[in-house]
């Protein structure tokens, strides 16, 4: 099973530049059918407080996008879409769609970054969840997420196999993206890919660094400062055999550990 994961600079609140950008570079990519895209945080608007100007209605442009980019390609790919919630507020999510064109999962996040305003613009969601890739399941975070490592390991307990985050992580904290990423892996012994963007915007300039994490923490692939797309063949009997060798989460306190959805597996 392969991961990419896609990275790129974002036209700041500019969704059809923002989809005509990231439909031309997975294009060039020799990208199999049934793999798991990744694509960044907001990719469609970049990381704004804006609600009013950005949030899309349920099946807005940029999910008509991840829908019809997801059945021409073949792929599950995942991409930040800006909602609204009926409060007014935004819903940042994380939206799957599958290879038939389909809504696979939907993710919103559960700790917006409150130190840069986005907890007053955006609603928390409810919490972590799971879907199915394959035999593979998966539990996606967004961004600020990735601080709290109390949200991933519900989703270990409920049998994730790989961790998802979908950034816009900023170049001045950009080794603590690094570090984080490795240490959920490492904590929950399962494949962990983040992926960022790079570029400015009117705060923040972002340095990239996407990256695919293994079950020890070790980096398969790392897509730098430059515009493009990494990959990685997901190795989970390797992981298996891990667990097995060095069963950690046997030890898990369950009680500590809330369970999280599941999401039906769609067609």
Same mark, same amino acid.
């Given at each position: 099973?392969?991961?990419?994961?896609?990275?790129?600079?974002?036209?700041?609140?500019?969704?059809?530049?923002?989809?005509?950008?990231?439909?031309?570079?997975? =294009?060039?990519?020799?990208?199999?059918?049934?793999?798991?895209?990744?694509?960044? $945080?907001?990719?469609?608007?970049?990381?704004?407080?804006?609600?009013?100007?950005?949030?899309?209605?349920?099946?807005?442009?940029?999910?008509?996008?991840?829908?019809?980019?997801?059945? $021409?390609?073949?792929?599950?790919?995942?991409?930040?879409?800006?909602?609204?919630?009926?409060?007014?507020?935004?819903?940042?999510?994380?939206?799957?769609?599958?290879?038939?064109?389909?809504?696979?999962?939907?993710?919103?996040?559960?700790?917006?970054?409150?130190?840069?305003?986005?907890? =007053?613009?955006?609603?928390?969601?409810?919490?972590?969840?799971?879907?199915?890739?394959?035999?593979?399941?998966?539990?996606?975070?967004?961004?600020?997420?990735?601080?709290?490592?109390?949200?991933?390991?519900?989703?270990?307990?409920?049998?994730?196999?790989?961790?998802?985050?979908?950034?816009?992580?900023?170049?001045?904290?950009?080794?603590?993206?690094?570090?984080?990423?490795?240490?959920? =892996?490492?904590?929950?012994?399962?494949?962990?890919?983040?992926?960022?963007?790079?570029?400015?915007?009117?705060?923040?300039?972002?340095?990239?660094?996407?990256?695919?994490?293994?079950?020890?923490?070790?980096?398969?692939?790392?897509?730098?400062?430059?515009?493009?797309?990494?990959?990685?063949?997901?190795?989970?009997?390797?992981?298996?055999?891990?667990?097995?060798?060095?069963?950690?989460?046997?030890?898990?306190?369950?009680?500590?550990?809330?369970?999280?959805?599941?999401?039906?597996?769609? =067609?």
């Amino acid at each position: 099973m392969k991961i990419f994961c896609c990275q790129h600079d974002i036209a700041w609140e500019n969704p059809a530049a923002n989809h005509a950008k990231a439909k031309a570079i997975l =294009a060039a990519a020799d990208i199999p059918r049934g793999s798991l895209v990744l694509l960044a $945080e907001m990719f469609a608007c970049g990381f704004s407080m804006n609600v009013p100007a950005i949030a899309e209605r349920a099946g807005g442009a940029t999910e008509r996008f991840l829908a019809d980019t997801a059945r $021409e390609l073949g792929i599950y790919l995942m991409g930040g879409v800006v909602g609204q919630a009926p409060s007014g507020r935004g819903r940042n999510q994380a939206v799957v769609f599958s290879p038939a064109g389909v809504e696979h999962a939907r993710y919103c996040k559960t700790q917006p970054f409150a130190p840069g305003g986005e907890a =007053a613009a955006y609603e928390a969601g409810p919490g972590p969840l799971v879907f199915p890739w394959g035999e593979c399941l998966v539990a996606p975070f967004i961004c600020y997420d990735l601080r709290f490592p109390e949200i991933f390991r519900p989703a270990g307990r409920a049998g994730a196999r790989l961790m998802t985050v979908i950034a816009s992580w900023p170049d001045a904290r950009l080794a603590h993206w690094v570090k984080l990423l490795q240490a959920r =892996a490492i904590e929950n012994q399962c494949w962990v890919a983040g992926v960022n963007r790079i570029g400015t915007d009117p705060q923040f300039h972002y340095s990239g660094r996407s990256l695919i994490v293994n079950h020890q923490g070790e980096i398969v692939a790392d897509a730098g400062d430059r515009e493009g797309v990494i990959s990685a063949d997901v190795d989970f009997a390797a992981m298996d055999a891990y667990r097995q060798d060095k069963p950690f989460l046997a030890d898990m306190r369950e009680e500590f550990v809330p369970a999280v959805p599941r999401m039906p597996r769609a =067609a």
